[in-house]
């Protein structure tokens, strides 16, 4: 089957940057992508969606808006998260995931989701 794969992950200090890559084993067309996170003991988070046919369609959680930015690149099958101005709060495991068929409406929940990855390792230290 089709699955997704992340890279990027890594330790930073606060403030700092990181990008995060997925690609995808099957076309990213006609999907909802996502980017989600999990602490320690703590609940997976939605972080960032987008709608692979119109890149214009995204959403962010609260905390992170301003701060990161989902791009997608359907011709690589890569969907991408900058992350800027990183906080010692945004550690975490980082998944990518993937809905596919016709994404009505870009979305946080994790339940939206049929494809994940293994999740890549975010560090930030303050």
């Known amino acids: 089957g089709v699955d997704v794969k992340e890279s990027g992950g890594g330790s930073v200090q606060a403030g700092e940057s990181l990008t995060l890559s997925c690609v995808s084993s099957?076309?990213?067309?006609?999907?909802?992508m996502g980017w989600f996170r999990q602490a320690p003991g703590k609940e997976r988070e939605g972080v960032a969606a987008?709608?692979?046919?119109?890149?214009?369609?995204?959403r962010y959680a609260e905390s992170v808006k301003g701060r990161f930015t989902v791009t997608i690149d359907n011709a690589l099958n890569t969907l991408t998260l900058q992350m800027n101005s990183l906080k010692s709060e945004d550690t975490a495991l980082y998944f990518c995931?993937?809905?596919?068929?016709?994404?009505?409406?870009?979305?946080?929940?994790?339940?939206?989701?049929?494809?994940w990855g293994q999740g890549t390792q975010v560090t930030v230290s303050s």
């Open positions: 099957g076309s990213t067309m006609r999907s909802c």
């Open positions: 987008i709608d692979s046919e119109d890149a214009h369609r995204t």
């Open positions: 995931a993937a809905k596919r068929g016709i994404c009505w409406s870009p979305s946080l929940l994790a339940s939206q989701y049929n494809t």
